[in-house]
């Protein structure tokens, strides 16, 4: 099993970033393509040690090709690989990232991007009604060593609807609920690098599962999925 991510990724990559042009890259081609070929089974390897505890329907490695179209930025191609682990909908929410990067700029991320708007009240309102459980699993000692602080964007005072001056009013005004964890380029090398991110992520697990009951119930807590 290749559980880390071969040295050469970062060597590449810093490469890369020097020469971010077609000419260098169509040169250096089949270099890439070996690079990728493990990076992938990396993920995809990933993806089956998550499936031990969680499920997971859907592992996407993100490609090097970037889209330009709307950007200032030109250079055609990433200087990091990127991929997520996407949980079985619509029983279990949100999903799991890992970005890989030189100069100790990978990290991992989990929890929860772009809510729909119905989700993003649901999860309002449940805060609304009370915070005390969500506060309870995010401020355990074991999962805050892990994950520290929600980031994430967020409105600036209240939603609308919502009271500026609500005791939790700090979790009501986010858009996004998001944990990272930085990782340097020697966690990433070393060898037991995807049993480490496997632990990582196991330990969201709280966060998920009421997470999950919360976007699967009502605010009466009957089930919206029969």
């Known amino acids: 099993m290749t559980e880390t991510i071969p040295r050469e990724t970062f060597t590449f990559l810093k490469r890369l970033s020097k020469n971010n042009n077609r000419e260098w890259f169509t040169e250096h081609k089949d270099e890439f393509k070996e690079i990728e070929r493990e990076v992938k089974q990396f993920y995809n390897q990933l993806g089956e040690l998550l499936n031990k505890h969680d ?11 970037r889209d330009v179209r ?5 250079t055609p191609y990433k200087t990091h690989f990127g991929g997520s682990f996407h949980r079985i909908k619509p029983r279990l929410r949100g999903g799991y990232y890992v970005h890989i990067a030189p ?19 649901r999860i309002r309102k449940e805060f609304e009604i009370d915070d005390a459980e969500i506060r309870k699993i ?47 380029d020697k966690e990433v090398i070393s060898p037991n690098f995807m049993t480490e991110v496997d632990a990582y992520f196991k330990a969201i697990r709280p966060f998920f599962n009421y997470m ?5 119930t009502d605010l009466n807590g009957v089930s919206l999925l029969d």
């Open 55 to 65: 499920q997971i329907d859907k592992v996407k490695v993100f490609r090097i090709y």
């Open 70 to 74: 709307f950007s200032k930025d030109k």
């Open 103 to 121: 100069n100790n700029e990978s990290f991992i991320a989990t929890g929860f991007w772009e809510p729909k708007k119905e989700d993003l009240l």
């Open 138 to 184: 995010i401020n355990k000692k074991a999962f805050k060593d892990i994950w520290g602080e929600f980031v994430g964007d967020e409105v600036k005072t209240a939603p609308k609807g919502f009271s500026k001056e609500h005791k939790a009013i700090d979790l009501i005004k986010k858009k996004q609920f998001i944990f990272t964890k930085k990782l340097t």
């Open 212 to 216: 999950s009951e919360v976007l699967t």
